[in-house]
C-alpha cells in the first residue's frame, strides 16, 4: 500500500522567513496530493492540493510542487507569520485502491517566532 | 461546501464499555467514508474504510471486531469501539468527499474518546 514519509518533524523559522516541508509517497498511482492545517484538538484543515496533472500550484503565501518521477511533493510557506505555527501533514490518496482515502505523511510542527 | 458532522465531540467512558460514534454527511451522500485514529503527537492513521451497505474494509493492525462499523444509508456511518480499554483513548475523526475521481476530503470534527 502506500506509504508518506515527511520531513522534518519539527521546523522553526523567524517570522518572515520561508518554511519548507517535504513529503515523498510510494505508490506510483497515486493522483491527489493535499496538505492539512491541525490545530490541538481540531480536525485537518486542507491549506492547498494539488493533482498530479500540474506540477505547482500557488495560493497567496503557501505553494506545493510536484515532481511525479521521483514522487516527492513540497509545501512552501513564504513569509511566515506567528499564527502559522501549527502542526502541517502531507497525504496522498487515488492510487490503486481509492480515492479520498488518504494516507498522511508524519506531520511537520512548525514554530514561527516574532 | 460539503460538512461532515460527527458526534459526540468527546466521551469519557469505563474500562469495558462500548461507545458509538457517528459520522454524518449533511450535504451529500458518500457511498464511501474513512475512519482515522490520532494518538497524541502523532499523525492520523487509517483504521477502515466504511462501505455503505457492505462490509467495512479495514487496514491491516486493526481488529474488525472491536472496532465495529455500519454504513447503513448514504449520509451516515458509524464507529463502535467495543470493550474499550485506556490504550483505546485516541482522537477518532472520520472523513467523506461528495465523490468523482478527483476529490477534496472533509473531515468531521472529531471525538476525543477517553477511558478510564
Known amino acids: 500500500g502506500e506509504n508518506v514519509e515527511q520531513h522534518p518533524s519539527t521546523l522553526s523559522v523567524q517570522e518572515g522567513d520561508s518554511a519548507v516541508i517535504k513529503c515523498t509517497y510510494s505508490d506510483s498511482a497515486s493522483n491527489y496530493f493535499p496538505w492539512y492545517k491541525q490545530e490541538l484538538g481540531k480536525r485537518p484543515q486542507l491549506i492547498i492540493d494539488?493533482?498530479?496533472?500540474?506540477g505547482e500550484k500557488k495560493d497567496q503565501r503557501i505553494a506545493v510542487t510536484l515532481n511525479k518521477t521521483a514522487k516527492h511533493f513540497s509545501l512552501h510557506i513564504t513569509e511566515t507569520q506567528p499564527e502559522d505555527s501549527a502542526v502541517y501533514f502531507c497525504?496522498?490518496?487515488?492510487?490503486?485502491?481509492?480515492?479520498?482515502?488518504?494516507?498522511f505523511g508524519q506531520g511537520t510542527t512548525l514554530q514561527v517566532k516574532p | 461546501g460539503a460538512v461532515v458532522s460527527q458526534h459526540p465531540s468527546r466521551v469519557i467512558c469505563k474500562s469495558g464499555t462500548s461507545v458509538k460514534i457517528e459520522c454524518r454527511s449533511l450535504d451529500f451522500q458518500a457511498t464511501t467514508m474513512f475512519w482515522y485514529r490520532q494518538f497524541p503527537k502523532q499523525s492520523l492513521m487509517l483504521m477502515a474504510t466504511s462501505n455503505e451497505g457492505s462490509k467495512a474494509t479495514y487496514e491491516q493492525g486493526v481488529e474488525k471486531d472491536k472496532f465495529l462499523i455500519n454504513h447503513a444509508s448514504l449520509t451516515l456511518s458509524t464507529l463502535t469501539v467495543t470493550s474499550a480499554h485506556p490504550e483505546d483513548s485516541s482522537f477518532y475523526i472520520c472523513s467523506a468527499s461528495p465523490g468523482g475521481k478527483y476529490t477534496e476530503a472533509f473531515f468531521g470534527q472529531g471525538t476525543r474518546l477517553t477511558v478510564v
Open positions: 494539488i493533482r498530479s496533472n500540474v
Open positions: 497525504a496522498a490518496s487515488g492510487g490503486s485502491s481509492n480515492t479520498g482515502k488518504l494516507i
